[in-house]
């Protein structure tokens, strides 16, 4: 079942009783915060998400509000091997579980493999689908095979030539030792 619903106000416990589905992109503008871990911005880069709620009855026979969200989005990085542009794909598949407060997410969360969220009448999608993708983000962004190959040494010519430049100062010393004294 496809339903328009608002993905930055999202009724949580009607979309999930519906078992409703939800698909759609955030254009990479509207994120600033991944968009601020990338280096370059196409005009048509988006997050692409799908979403669907449920309702699920606990051992209690309790209903409890579920969503199941993927995610995806390519960002081009830095590379941290050669430094240079690096699409880099990142892709979330997540469930969460609904709960009435803060204190009870904080202690379900800690028993549960699922996530758990506090509920909110007016939940924002867009939000949870951001943190999601910058949780993705690869600790060490880079090529799986770098266009150009790194150079991997520091030697600078004129650092070299310095170097051999450079009087040790214990010759000075031994030349002083030498020189006949003018008393």
């Known amino acids: 079942m496809s339903s328009a619903y608002d993905p930055l106000m999202l009724p ?3 979309f ?12 990479l503008a509207d994120l600033a915060r991944l968009r601020a871990q990338s280096v370059f911005e ?10 669907t709620g449920s309702e699920r009855f606990d051992a209690t026979g309790h209903p ?9 989005c390519r960002l081009t990085m830095e590379c941290q091997r050669c430094l240079r542009p690096a699409g880099i794909d990142l892709a979330f598949e997540r469930d969460f579980r609904f709960v009435a407060n803060e204190a009870l997410a904080a ?12 509920f909110e009448r007016q939940f924002n999608l867009r939000d949870l689908v951001e943190d999601e993708l910058l949780m993705a983000i690869p600790l060490v962004p880079m090529h799986p095979s770098c266009p150009d190959t790194p ?3 520091v030697a600078d010519a004129d650092f070299d030539a310095a170097a051999q430049e450079q009087i040790n100062p214990f010759a000075v010393l031994a030349g002083l030792k030498r020189a006949p004294s003018s008393e």
């Open 42 to 51: 196409a005009a048509d880069t988006a997050a692409h998400f799908d979403a």
């Open 64 to 72: 409890q509000i579920w969503l199941h969200i993927s995610g995806s």
């Open 12 to 14: 949580l416990a009607g």
């Open 151 to 153: 150079r991997f040494s």
């Open 16 to 27: 999930a009783r519906s078992g409703a589905i939800l698909q759609g992109a955030f254009p």
């Open 107 to 118: 202690v379900e969360d800690e028993e549960s493999e699922e996530d758990v969220l506090v």
